[in-house]
């Protein structure tokens, strides 16, 4: 697979990466192969397609695309959702070792560490990661440190500079979950991570039509060990799948670029609603977060949060009245969502009743706030 050098911009390389190698194929998109097993035989090892479940050549131009974007000169290891990417880093974690998390942050990463912990598999310790001292003091003698920034949903940027150097300081393994930012916004690695997490569902697939998770690793041994768990536990992504990922990777920095410039008004706007409470996003000036990502990121992404004055009833009402934006879970795609988060049982008790998730796509701005403004009438 050809892979051009790392200093494209990534609007040119979220194009070209991924590409096949023209000395060896006419093909300007990598095919899908279709095989479950391939011939072969000896020893398995050798880079050759074996078995779909050790590795498939429909996973690797993704794999390596994103690996690329994120700094890292190892292939990624994409999985078969964001979730069992995250399993796999998890299971880095020895059994009776110690997993240190943040207790606010994507309700599935936080509801598996605590299904481990309450089975006996691992201790876990949870922090509050915006007390970056206090955070530290938590990280001493852990197998990992999980991490995700701006977290989903209350929109909070994490120190990761600080935090990720003090974990390196002490030798404790760092995890980021990217999703929110992608690449283009954010590389964990450079700051220090020595994993990176994304749900590819989101921004990198971007249609809200696949699922897939992607880890990419730092060095050699972790990458090993997080694709050998994949093959013991079966967790691979489609054929299909990896390559509609790749597809929507070509117009992630269009995408992305529209949807948060769009957010940035909205997010404004909402802030000036009376029928708005508080507004997360870190885009606004009057965010607590402001300056954190002004200095991190280099966008402010296009998800918001936003707290509808009223109970949840209100905000049900809220969501219920919206007929462009659909009423759902997820983010990161074309067509904008909403959601009250707190209509899953499994969304911690901290996160505001009316609190509703606003996921920006890239439709025309004035038709989103059209929208918004008419079922904030009707709330
Ligand atoms: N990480 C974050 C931040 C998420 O928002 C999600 C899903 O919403 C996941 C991981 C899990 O990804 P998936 O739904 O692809 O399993």
Known sequence: MAQPHQHLHPATAVVSLGRPDPATSAELNPPISMSATFRSMGTPGGGEPVYARFGSPSWEPLENAVATLEGADLPGVAFAS????VAAVFGLVPVGGTMV?????YNGSIGLARTLAAAGAVMLREIDPLDVDGSVAQFEGADL?????????TLDVIELPRLLAAARELGVRTAVDNTFCTPLRQRPLELGADIVVHSATKFIAGHSDVLLGMVVASDAGLRERI???????????????????LRGLRTLEIRLGRAEATAGVIAERLDGHPRVGRVRYPGLPSDPNHER?????QGFGAVISCEIDGDAAAAERFVAALRLITPATSLGGVESLAERRRRHPGEPADIPESLVRISIGIEHVEDLWNDIEQALARV
């Open 227 to 245: 694709q050998g768990y994949r093959t013991l536990h079966g967790a691979v992504p489609g054929a299909f799948e990896a390559w509609l990922a």
């Open 293 to 297: 990502a002004r200095a991190q990121l």
């Open 101 to 105: 998390v943040p207790r606010l942050a």
């Open 82 to 85: 964001g979730m069992a990417a």
């Open 145 to 153: 440190v999980w991490l995700e920034s701006p977290t989903n949903p």
